[in-house]
């Protein structure tokens, strides 16, 4: 085991906060507890269309998913999806960051959203010094947990897949990352435990904090 050289994290509900676009669902008349089945038919949407071989960019998934799960206007469906370049990190982001950066460690993002939205959401909490710079797999048109998708961002990081991380909140990002070679490190949000069944990756932690200080004592 060696410490990676590159740290990438997943984006959305990882590290930035989706409440803005629950906010946006509820201001268009929908349930807030509709997002996480928004969010989940978009992942299945756009993951789907990568695996039959068909490019759909993450904000036409997320329309997708939209339009199948309520009855909003073509103009309404684009104001919920413009939240997501709302979105604020977590609290437990920023410190988390700052170990790795003050560590020597390169923090880089890997997203399959839209381009614009890490940056907004880093800037937002102040934390983009941090970032070395920020990935979508929109740039290679494969959405994770595609095998691409991941060799990709080690090509563009410079560095083989064994001396890169991915930390995630959704086993199958780190499921993914894990069979492309990199190391994978899953911690809780919106998942409870990493998903039963699944070989267990590299590192499961119970936050985002542990899941940094394992990678680091590696």
């Known amino acids: 085991m060696s410490r990676p050289e590159v740290v990438a994290f997943d984006v959305n509900e990882t590290l930035l906060d989706l409440a803005p676009v629950g906010a946006a669902l509820v201001e268009h008349g929908q349930p807030a507890t509709l997002l996480p ?3 989940a038919r978009t992942l299945h949407t756009g993951t789907a269309a990568t695996v039959a071989g068909v490019w759909l960019p993450f904000r036409a ?5 939209l ?3 309520t009855d909003l206007s073509d103009g309404d469906r684009a104001q919920v999806a413009d ?9 437990d982001v920023e410190p988390a960051l700052r170990r790795l950066h003050d560590a020597g460690v390169r923090v880089v993002t890997l997203s399959h959203g839209s381009p614009g939205v890490a940056e907004a ?4 909490g102040g934390i983009t010094p941090l970032v070395e710079r920020t990935l ?13 998708a991941y060799l990709w961002a080690a090509g563009a990081c410079g560095v083989a897949p064994g ?15 894990e069979r492309a070679g990199l190391t994978g490190a899953w911690f809780p949000r919106s998942e409870r435990v990493y998903p039963p069944g699944l070989p267990a990756p590299a ?12 990678l680091l004592a590696r």
């Open 37 to 39: 089945t928004v969010f």
């Open 61 to 65: 998934a997320f329309d997708s998913a």
């Open 67 to 69: 339009a199948q799960l």
């Open 83 to 91: 939240a997501f370049l709302e979105l604020s990190p977590h609290p």
């Open 121 to 124: 959401g880093l800037e937002r």
């Open 136 to 148: 979508t797999s929109e740039s290679v048109r494969a959405w994770k947990p595609s095998r691409e």
């Open 163 to 177: 001396r890169m991380a991915l930390v995630a909140a959704h086993g199958w990002d780190v499921l993914g990352a």
């Open 203 to 214: 590192v499961v932690a119970p936050d985002l904090a542990g899941a940094v200080d394992a």
